[in-house]
């Protein structure tokens, strides 16, 4: 795109002082923006990608990393400790955590009722008790397990294992648990293909060297069948679109949950 812009540049200069000279600073810019939204419109198309795709980054980034950082209040389950304890106690690997958070920033963005999931991957207790710990493949995965960061999660750092409490102030907590799993393997190898991954700002849902949460969640366990929104020229999974193939599946079942609705 850059090789195309240098080229508008390259009308003669009197064209651009044309402009200025009509319009000023407002005309000119505003013709700049249209040669940037006209480039990147059809780099998107010639590259198969989601249309407006450098213009959607950059201001998905931008908004991302200015009001995620905004929460207008405490979530109400940081007050509920008997819940929260409950949870911490009763967790099992390859769980699939669903928080609400309205109050954060992030969650303007989010359609629908939950705003965000993450695996929890167990503690170095559960992994010695299952021989994982063993397996030289998923040693990073161990690594940090042992030291507290059992939740696998997509954020705006990518593809990440932190602590639990990472993602317990919220609002409302649902977990699923798979009844039978493929294989621990199978999952841990589809984990350690996503380590590493960039956040997908663009929201491509056919870009698999980027994630969200939900594309995360959804290519480690492949048989929960989710129905993609289609939204902004893109196709993706939200929060609330995988909770749906979760209620549909007869391999997983709610445990645990507690919130507004548990009431």
Same mark, same amino acid.
């Given at each position: ?93 390859? *769980?699939? %955590?669903? #928080?609400?958070? !309205?109050? @954060?920033? &992030? /969650? ?62 919220? *609002?409302? %907590?649902? #977990?699923?648990? !798979?009844? @039978?799993? &493929? /294989? ?80």
């Amino acid at each position: 795109m850059n090789q195309i812009l240098a080229k508008s540049f390259r009308i003669p200069i009197t064209i651009w002082g044309d402009i200025f000279a009509r319009t000023g600073w407002i005309g000119l810019l505003f013709g700049l923006f249209a040669v940037h939204m006209a480039t990147d419109f059809t780099i998107s198309l010639a590259r198969h990608q989601p249309l407006f795709t450098t213009t959607f980054e950059w201001v998905a980034k931008g908004l991302a990393n200015s009001v995620g950082f905004i929460e207008l209040r405490p979530g109400y389950l940081t007050q509920d400790d008997h819940a929260l304890s409950s949870l911490k106690e009763q967790l099992q690997p390859f *769980d699939i %955590i669903l #928080v609400a958070a !309205p109050f @954060k920033g &992030t /969650s303007f963005f989010t359609p629908g009722r939950y705003t965000h999931m993450a695996i929890w991957l167990g503690t170095s207790d559960d992994w010695k008790a299952a021989d994982w710990d063993k397996n030289q493949r998923y040693k990073p995965l161990f690594k940090a397990v042992s030291q507290g960061q059992s939740l696998l999660q997509a954020d705006r750092d990518g593809v990440v294992q932190t602590p639990l409490s990472n993602i317990l102030n919220a *609002d409302e %907590i649902a #977990v699923y648990r !798979p009844s @039978k799993l &493929t /294989s621990p393997q199978f999952h841990f190898d589809r984990i350690m293909q996503n380590m590493g991954k960039a956040y997908d700002y663009n929201l491509d849902g056919f870009d698999h060297n980027r994630v969200i949460c939900t594309e995360l969640v959804s290519g480690i366990f492949p048989g929960i069948r989710v129905q993609k929104s289609t939204r902004l020229w893109r196709s993706f999974i939200l929060p609330d679109d995988l909770l749906r193939g979760l209620e549909r599946s007869t391999n997983w079942q709610r445990w645990f949950h507690e919130g507004p609705q548990s009431q």
